[in-house]
């Protein structure tokens, strides 16, 4: 089904790679907005006057659900804390590129209490990785 392909291709691709991808998604999505629309937006949110900027909108509210839902629909909690180290890797790199909408994207999927609730690490693991896992940090990260 195309809920395991989701599923394991997390597992299977660096996460540089994923990365890097969400990264040209993002890029070639932001390149379109103009300064006028940005200004529109704020005023007035409205798919009309400012196409491009909801577009950008609506594809970071979509990379959170995705990273939130393939957390969720795990059924051990070992793999949900595999899909959810993951995606903390994918941040990382993100991070790196300077891909702040997508890392920030994610970073909201992992503070979601559905997700935190259910993830449930260990102190152990929270060490291992770091600042980055502390979600209550205020993204500390950066």
């Given at each position: 089904?195309?809920?395991?392909?989701?599923?394991?291709?997390?597992?299977?691709?660096?996460?540089?790679?994923i990365?890097?991808?969400?990264?040209?998604?993002?890029?070639?999505?932001?390149?379109?907005?103009?300064?006028?629309?940005?200004?529109?937006?704020?005023?007035?949110?409205?798919?009309?006057?400012?196409?491009?900027?909801?577009?950008?909108?609506?594809?970071?509210?979509?990379?959170?659900?995705?990273?939130?839902?393939l957390?969720?629909?795990?059924?051990?909690k070992?793999d949900?804390q595999?899909v959810?180290?993951?995606?903390?890797?994918?941040?990382?790199?993100?991070?790196?590129?300077?891909?702040?909408?997508?890392?920030?994207?994610?970073?909201?999927?992992?503070?979601?209490?559905?997700?935190?609730?259910?993830?449930?690490?260990?102190?152990?693991?929270?060490?291992?990785?770091?600042e980055?896992?502390?979600?209550?940090?205020?993204?500390?990260?950066?």
């Amino acid at each position: 089904s195309s809920e395991n392909l989701n599923w394991t291709f997390l597992l299977k691709i660096k996460p540089r790679e994923i990365a890097l991808q969400m990264t040209q998604i993002d890029f070639e999505k932001f390149s379109k907005i103009k300064l006028c629309e940005i200004l529109k937006y704020v005023k007035a949110p409205s798919e009309a006057t400012s196409p491009n900027m909801c577009s950008f909108v609506n594809h970071f509210n979509s990379v959170s659900f995705w990273a939130s839902s393939l957390i969720l629909r795990r059924d051990s909690k070992d793999d949900r804390q595999r899909v959810y180290r993951r995606l903390l890797a994918v941040m990382e790199h993100l991070i790196k590129l300077n891909n702040f909408s997508s890392a920030f994207a994610l970073f909201a999927a992992l503070c979601k209490t559905a997700v935190r609730r259910v993830v449930n690490l260990t102190n152990k693991t929270r060490k291992d990785f770091g600042e980055q896992s502390d979600v209550d940090g205020q993204f500390r990260v950066i």
